[in-house]
């Protein structure tokens, strides 16, 4: 007789690690936004796993699977590879259980998340440029027995994601898409797995960071902001249940994550990290078809303020809502003032003003001043551009 190989959690599993992480990991709010719904022509909801405990969904995983494990296990510790979220949601339920936690990370892993896994006590090393590195490094450790906790590619770590799956089926039954990002794999696998199951009309369509997307035709390998869902080999059991379960995979660009951070930062009041944003990225960028409710999964928050910052300001700049430009005033009390009077009457603000006289074929008794506007759009940074040329200055963008 054929032994029957695994595909993935069941039903029962999944309704099983519910039960198990109740109480543990919250029950994460969903929103609904007029601004999303407005800018993409169709109902969007928000759920807010970047308000769940550790700031990602990864605890559900990590809960079910620290709860699953044999004493013998628990006294051999447990090791970890991740770009972060999956290091601290395994150190936090390592420390909830009692159980010492060894995490490996990429040396570039975001500070936030180094330092969040790091005070729920684990050991955190540092090692290799990416999560496939790091996870090499880990193996050491498993083959001198201690227990892997596998960020994806294991069946109860994916019953632990596939409790969102659940949530999402009652909290909004109607939706008719759920849009979750994809790494290597686990969290759209579980989610897949269950809303399949209990919801089977309800579309799950995968998101990938198109710089690092090994599962869509023609996606790169390469820097996202999205670490999250920086895996460049995705699991093999994951990939199974992916290529079973998801209606669609497709990917989206830094720069629409960028938007899609800044979107939910100014707009929804919710900070989330570019994996977590890559699902409201796909919303905007119109990669998601049908017009009915559509659910976006932020799943997780834990972005550096530095890149956050980075984000925001790049993010900014595109929507038109700086403009640097390049003018020339006369080099005589009052030259600058003059024309900073006749910028403040067009209730424009000026963030920075720099003289610049060298290296510039700059006429004698004049001076290059470079302005630093803040605008509302595209729009008004034309316009002022074409004010200032009606005023008599030559005005060049810089940006
Ligand atoms: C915020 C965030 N979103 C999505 C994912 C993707 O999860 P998976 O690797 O299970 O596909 C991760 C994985 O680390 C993550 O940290």
């Given amino acids: 007789m054929a032994i029957p190989t695994r595909t993935g959690p069941t039903l029962a599993e999944i309704q099983a690690a519910r039960a198990r992480i109740a109480g543990v990991a919250r029950v994460t709010p969903v929103y609904s936004s007029e601004t999303l719904g407005r800018l993409t022509g169709r109902p969007v909801f928000l759920k807010a796993e970047n308000l769940q405990r550790t700031g990602s969904f990864k605890v559900r995983g990590a809960v079910n699977k620290l709860a699953s494990l044999s004493p013998d296990e628990r006294e051999a510790g447990v090791v970890a590879a991740s770009a972060g979220n999956h290091g601290q949601a395994v150190a936090w339920a390592a420390r909830e259980v009692g159980v010492s936690s060894t995490i490996f990370m990429p040396e ?13 006590g684990a050991e955190v090393v540092l090692a ?3 999560y496939d590195e790091a996870q090499e490094a880990a193996r050491e450790r498993v083959e001198a027995g201690a227990t892997l906790v596998h960020a994806f590619e294991d069946e109860v770590v994916i019953a632990g994601q596939g409790t969102l ?6 909290q909004l039954p109607d939706v ?18 269950a809303l399949k199951e209990v919801r089977p009309e309800i579309q799950v369509i995968g998101v990938q960071a198109a710089n690092c997307a090994p599962l869509v035709v023609g996606g790169g390998a390469g820097y996202t902001i999205a670490d999250g869902i920086a895996v460049k080999q995705p699991g093999e059991l994951t990939q199974e249940i992916l290529r079973e379960r998801l209606d669609d995979l497709v990917s989206v660009s830094d720069d629409e994550i960028a938007d899609g951070i800044v979107l939910l930062l100014e707009r929804v009041k919710l900070v989330v990290e570019g994996a977590g944003a890559a699902s409201v990225a796909a919303l905007l960028a119109g990669k998601v078809q049908g017009r009915g409710s559509a ?38 009390p009052g030259g600058l003032a003059k024309l900073l009077a006749l910028i403040a009457e067009e209730r424009v603000n000026v963030i920075a003003v720099q003289h ?5 074929r700059v006429k004698p008794a004049q001076t ?11 729009q008004q940074c034309l316009e002022m551009l074409e004010r200032l040329r009606e005023w008599g200055y030559e005005a060049e963008r810089m940006r």
């Fill in 108 to 120: 570039d892993a975001p500070m936030a998340k180094v330092d969040a896994t790091r005070s729920y």
């Fill in 128 to 130: 290799g440029s990416g």
């Fill in 368 to 378: 290059a001043v470079e302005l630093t506007l803040q605008t509302r759009d595209e």
């Fill in 165 to 170: 799956g659940l949530e999402l089926a009652d």
């Fill in 295 to 332: 659910l976006a999964l932020l799943s997780g928050g834990n972005i550096d303020a530095s890149l956050l910052i980075e984000v925001a300001r790049y993010s900014l700049t595109q929507a038109g809502r700086f403009l640097v430009l390049r003018t020339y005033v006369q080099d005589r």
């Fill in 356 to 360: 610049q006289r060298e290296g510039l």
């Fill in 176 to 193: 008719e898409a759920v849009i979750v990002p994809v790494g290597g794999g686990g969290l759209a696998a579980g989610i897949a797995i």
